[in-house]
Each structure stands twice: as C-alpha cells, then as structure tokens.
C-alpha cells in the first residue's frame, strides 16, 4: 500500500524556519518525481515545489522561490522542505504528492505550518 | 503563476449532470493536455479523478469525465449521487517543470 506520512508541521514565528520531511512507503520512492503542493485554511491549493526522481531537477513557485528548498533521499525513502523566512501567507497544509507523467497521483494527508506571532 | 478560473459552486439533483470548468490562458493549456481533476472531501486529502484531460485512474467511476477546449477544462459528472458532494479543483502542467491549480469549485448534491 502506497503511503507518504508527513511531518514537521507546527507553529513558528514570522521569519522564521521549519522542515518538512515527507516518508514514503509502499512503492520504489527514486523511481517517481515528488513535489510539494500547500492549502492555506479555506482556501485552495498551490502547487509550490517540485524535485525530479534522482534530484538533479528543481523547480519552486514564485512565491517561494528563494526562501524554500526541497531534497530528497532516496536511500531513506524520505522527501524534505526546508521553508526559511515564513511569512503569515505561508501558513496552510503542506501536502506531500508523488508525481508520475506529470500527474500528482498520490497524496499524503498533509502537515499544518502555522506562522504568527 | 494565477490560478485557473473555476466556478465557487455548483449543484445538481441525484441522477442530474453537473459541469464544472476551469479556465486559463493559452500558455496554462497549451503544454501536452496534462490536465487532471481532484475531488477533496472535508478534512481530507485531494484524490486525482481525471488525468490527462480525459483518462480515469483505476477505481474512479465512469459517470466522471473530462474534457478539454482551447483555454477552457471541464469536469462533468451524471448521475449524480450523494457522495459526490465535495471540493473539485482542475490543474494544468504549464511548462518549466511548474503546475497551476484552479482556485475550486464546491459541489452541493441537492
């Protein structure tokens, strides 16, 4: 059975930092690209990051780029999101997505990140 | 990277078709049709519905189908049913390694 299991949610102050880790089980995680997509409360989604299979390909959303970084390890099974200097705005649930031909075919059940003062 | 254009809600009787679109510009549609669908129920995680405009993923009923015109996605669902009252959002690979979503459509089964 397919799982990704997130973790590392919690509450932080403006400007500060947070990682997220992702675990995948159930299927051979470095043979799918993942990505991270995020839900601020009531609101919709945003897909914000995305890492290919090996790693060797990145891309952020604008509203992300440069303050958060996504790695993976694919011996550990494990998907990670450094976020740095969160905003308010980036307060949502934080979904980790496997992707597959360009499809995000499965989602774990999110982590809430929380940024106020 | 603006979101896709959907309805904020739709309705429908049991047994009625709905429709719901979602509408961007021509560089949100223009790359592969890799457009899906995803239904989300409260407190839960989206599950993808339609993948590449129109292809269902195992498990996904028949009365789901997608499809695509110019700048313009939509979902329709017959047959109606009670548990299909949820949130829908559309979502495009727009080139770059990037995707955009649609801000979502609540549907209301009557």
């Known amino acids: 059975e397919v799982q990704l299991v997130e973790s590392g949610g919690g509450l932080v102050q403006p400007g500060g930092s947070l990682r997220l880790s992702c675990s995948a089980s159930?299927?051979?995680?470095?043979?799918?690209?993942m990505n991270w997509v995020r839900q601020a409360p009531g609101k919709g989604l945003q897909w914000i990051s995305h890492i290919n299979h090996w790693g060797g390909d990145i891309s952020y959303a604008d509203s992300v780029q440069g303050r958060f970084a996504i790695s993976r390890d694919n011996a550990g099974n494990q998907l990670y999101l450094q976020m740095n200097n969160l905003r308010d705005e980036d307060t949502a649930v934080y979904y980790c997505v496997r992707d597959i031909d360009w499809k995000f075919d499965f989602w774990g059940q999110g982590t809430l990140v929380t940024v106020s003062s | 990277q603006s979101a896709l254009t959907q309805p904020r809600s739709v309705s429908g009787s049991p047994g009625q078709s709905v429709t719901i679109s979602c509408t961007g510009t021509?560089?949100?549609?223009?790359?592969?049709?890799?457009v899906s669908w995803f239904q989300q129920n409260p407190g839960k995680a989206p599950k993808l519905m339609i993948y590449d405009v129109t292809k269902r993923p195992s498990g996904v009923p028949d009365r789901f189908s997608g499809s695509k015109s110019g700048n313009s996605a939509s979902l329709t669902i017959s047959g109606l049913q009670a548990e299909d009252e949820a949130d829908y959002y559309c979502?495009?690979?727009?080139?770059?390694?990037?995707?955009?979503f649609g801000g979502g459509t609540k549907l209301t089964v009557l």
């Open positions: 021509n560089s949100d549609f223009g790359v592969d049709d890799h």
């Open positions: 979502s495009s690979y727009v080139g770059r390694l990037s995707w955009v």
């Open positions: 159930g299927f051979i995680f470095g043979d799918y690209p």
